[in-house]
């Protein structure tokens, strides 16, 4: 069951970002940023649900200039709106899964500097029981100065400072039942036509 309130919210994605981080046997793409995540909100109510990571950025995520490379930045998103799924799951409905991508859309907005932390804020913008839409954005996290506050849904001390990278990621959910019906569901609607190609 999806959760019902913010704190079993984010209990669920430490949780969830926990087993991730420690999948036995997987030593793939991503698992090094993964590690080096921490998620510091999540929510289910009011609004839309919402999930914030932190991460250091460290010199295994930059290019030869001492920023944080493109296409780490493209999986940093997919890796943290594909954990914000866990918020919508229950029996049945995205069940077991982040779902496969069917668009990542980066926009690269500013450099991110090796040796600087970010805050990824997630945004599950609409979903069904096959697809999703999500949001997110990348800010830096500024070192707190005397007489400012914290950052919003940050745990270290810190501003947020100007959008670094924008991205909107759609899903398509693999749920083994979902996939079941479609695929029967297909191969009536298809029986008897030929292929053009």
Known sequence: MAPS?????????RAVLHAFQRLPNYVGWGLDIA??????????????PTMTFTLPITHSLCQSLGQLHGGATATIFDICMSIALCLIQGPGFWENNWGVSRTLNVTYLGAVKQGCTVQVECEIVGYGRRMAHLRAVMRAVEEEKEGQGK???????????????ACEHGKVAMDPKSVEVSDKVYREKTKGMKSKL
């Open 5 to 13: 309130t913010n704190s079993e919210a984010l209990t669920r994605a």
């Open 35 to 48: 590690k080096l995540l921490s998620v510091s909100s999540a929510t289910v109510s009011p609004g839309p």
């Open 151 to 165: 950052a919003e849904g940050h745990e270290g001390g810190g501003k947020l400072g100007k959008i670094l990278a």
